[in-house]
């Protein structure tokens, strides 16, 4: 066993008397032990000192970054104190450069997948959709969400990689294996024709921006709202809670209506039919009324229209606006049923009814049965 000047000399006799290999098993495996406990101590100190100052500052996205970070810089630390390990000691070192070969490409991606996370989480929290005009917030959430998709297959491909290439087994049957990889590219592309199209949509989805998460959209003769774009994938959510799963490449080839596309504002139309005797002006008074009573009202555009007159009705449009979709939905529905409810109230003679009366020359309705045939049907029930 070689001397080792910082032992003291009981110690260093108690090694000298064991074998060889026994001793440099013992003082290596306190050494990895002392030297992880170490790096464990010190990431708990640095890391407790870095959550005050984070719970300190008004910003959540300090916390954010912090909580992320965590994990991966434990255990980079606890990789860093075995290589100070494996150079105080030799034998050690020839162990470390197979397993740290495989391990760093690790912990650096791991690393990259924090730090990368942390941001674009931070980022998110600073752009607020509660906000009443809410597009720009959306999307540039919906940028990032789906960068950071694509920027997570490329680092952990990337890693995987890495670490392959760190197995000597691995990389000489790479090496060999290239030679015949043409017609296995040419194959392997073949068949997964549909998913690289689906990925090339998603890159076009997040340069493009057709839709953004939150807008409201009518596809496939459903309405809802994007609740989720993936790489490959939209989650639309429609009205009663059901999901509808689309391809990314049907919002690039086919049509679609995006009443969200420009703002969230959103324009809404409620048809109502009175009768062709009805006189407006109160109806319009009472339409704007309640419109402007209504607290999910923007104060934009209230209006009343006759857009059509047929034998029996009239048709009455009223326009009204909103912030967004949801809120001009129960806005709609709001005004509908309390027009409703004020026509059988106060003008119950405009609910529209049906008349199929024709009059003869002596004035009476014809079809109307005479005096005779009356009396006549009275003795036959007698």
């Known amino acids: 066993m070689p001397e080792l000047t910082f032992l003291p000399a009981s110690a260093q006799a108690f090694l000298d008397g064991l074998p060889q290999w026994l001793a440099v098993a013992t003082v290596g495996g306190a050494a990895i032990l002392i030297a992880i406990l170490a790096a464990l101590s010190i990431h708990s100190l640095l890391f407790r000192v870095l959550r005050r100052i984070a719970r300190s500052s008004h910003s959540e996205a300090d916390n954010i970054v912090v909580r992320k970070l965590a994990r991966p ?26 397993i740290g070969a495989l391990v760093m490409p690790l912990l650096v991606g791991w690393m990259a997948l924090a730090i990368m996370h942390a941001l674009v989480e931070a980022a998110i929290l600073k752009n607020d959709v509660e906000v009443a005009d809410n597009r720009s917030a959306r999307r540039k959430r919906t940028r990032l969400t789906i960068f950071n998709r694509i920027a997570t297959f490329v680092i952990v491909f990337v890693t995987v990689g890495l670490m392959l290439l760190a197995i000597p087994g691995v990389r000489d049957i790479g090496v060999t294996l290239m030679a015949s990889a043409g017609l296995a590219a040419l194959a392997v592309g073949a ?30 003769g459903e309405w809802g709202w994007v609740e989720e774009i993936r790489t490959t ?30 703002t969230a ?9 009175v009768d062709p005797a009805t006189k407006l002006d109160p109806i319009r008074a009472k339409a704007l009324e309640l419109i402007e009573s209504n ?55 405009a609910l529209v009814r049906s008349r199929v009366i ?16 009356l009396a006549q049907m009275g003795g036959d029930q007698a």
């Open 233 to 262: 994938y939209v989650v639309v959510k429609v009205w009663d809670e059901r999901r509808l799963v689309v391809p990314t490449s049907k919002f690039l080839e086919e049509i679609f209506q995006n009443w969200t596309k420009t």
């Open 191 to 220: 068949a997964a024709q549909p998913a690289l199209k689906a990925l090339i949509s998603g890159f076009q989805m997040a340069l493009t921006e057709p839709v953004i998460v939150g807008d409201a959209v009518i596809i496939g």
């Open 295 to 349: 607290d999910r009202w923007d104060g934009r555009v209230k209006h009343m229209q006759v857009t059509d007159l047929a034998r029996d009705a009239i048709e009455l449009r009223f326009l009204m606006t909103a912030k967004d979709s949801p809120t001009l939905y129960d806005l709609r529905c709001d005004f509908r049923e309390a027009m409703i409810q004020w026509l059988a109230a106060e003008m119950p003679e």
């Open 358 to 373: 024709s009059v003869g020359d002596d004035g009476k309705p014809l079809g109307a049965p005479s005096a005779e045939a």
């Open 73 to 98: 810089t434990r255990w980079a630390l606890v990789a860093l104190a075995l290589v100070l390990v494996s150079d105080v000691f030799p034998a050690f070192e020839t162990l470390w450069d197979r």
């Open 265 to 273: 504002q959103l324009m809404g139309t409620v048809y109502l039919y």
